[in-house]
């Protein structure tokens, strides 16, 4: 239930923002963050969590039951290219790529409670002593 894009065309910092508010939600939350969401990113990252769907009903999988596990945004290639500048000079700027991969996990069936931890007693003596805790 994995999903690969790769040689995105916008840095990985600027994609990572996205990324960082999809990680942990459903799969349904998730795309509805993402369809308000006003960045460049989020439509390609919405048809990658898409595409991630798609291979986890391959995998016999319900979509109720998704979440995005892990979400890495990664430098991808970086076309380095040249802009004229003042005087016959030129300089050199960078457009970086970025490699995105998503992992979809399976909520589990039952949801196990933990136990509340008790409370520490603190007994204070009128003596010059230090408090005494007990279980």
């Not at 963050?33 to 999988?61: C, H, I, T, W, Y």
């Not at 970025?98 to 933990?114: N, P, R």
Request: charged share 25%; net charge positive.
């Amino acid at each position: 239930m994995k999903a690969l894009l790769t040689n995105y065309h916008q840095s990985p910092r600027k994609v990572r923002l996205v990324a960082d508010l999809i990680r942990g939600k459903s799969v349904a939350q998730a795309k509805a963050a993402l369809a308000f969401l006003p960045k460049k990113s989020s439509p390609a990252v919405e048809k990658l969590l898409d595409s991630a769907v798609s291979n986890a009903r391959q995998m016999g999988a319900s979509t109720e039951n998704l979440f995005v596990k892990t979400i890495q945004v990664n430098k991808g290639i970086v076309m380095r290219r040249f802009m004229p500048k003042a005087r016959g000079r030129a300089s050199r700027f960078a457009k970086t790529m970025s490699i995105v991969s998503l992992e979809l996990g399976l909520f589990s069936a039952k949801a196990t409670k933990s136990k509340p931890l008790k409370k520490a007693k603190v007994v204070v003596s009128t003596s010059n002593q230090q408090p005494v805790t007990s279980n």
